[in-house]
């Protein structure tokens, strides 16, 4: 088994930011009827730890999120072993100077009439609590660790993984 270790504060802040900043998650909203999940690009991540996304305007997630602002963040980075769940509550904004400040031109692609696009909102995910794993050593390291384990038998877990209260 690996190491337990729960982080709160400014140590659960910048765990998050390692495993979330510039990365893809399912981001999942709710009704009463069901769960959608779907992959978003996070944005950006404030120093207190809000979670920005870009949306359109008029998108079902917008609309779920204005009914249950709860929402569910789940990244998985497999290449390094690391994973990050966030449960949060989200807000749809158009904030332009937030925009121009999270814009990178690959959003383009979404947004066809750039940063000032009439359709493009954010959303604000400030998170309240989550759960991580992650290796304590390279995934080179951790290959051979579980290689080993498999052929003897003992396990040679070196993740380390713990609650995140922020």
Known sequence: MGDIQHLKGPDALDKVRELAKDKTTMFCTFTDEEMTTRPMHTQGIDEDGTIWFFSEKDSP???????NPYVHLVYSNNSSYE??????????????????ELWKDFAKAWFTEGKTDPTLTLIRVVPERGHYWDTKSNKVVSLMKIAVGALTGKTMDNGVEGELKL
């Open 61 to 67: 997630k917008n609309q779920e999120i204005e009914s």
């Open 83 to 100: 994973y990050l769940d966030i449960e949060g509550n989200a807000t749809v904004e158009h904030d332009q100077q937030k925009i121009d």
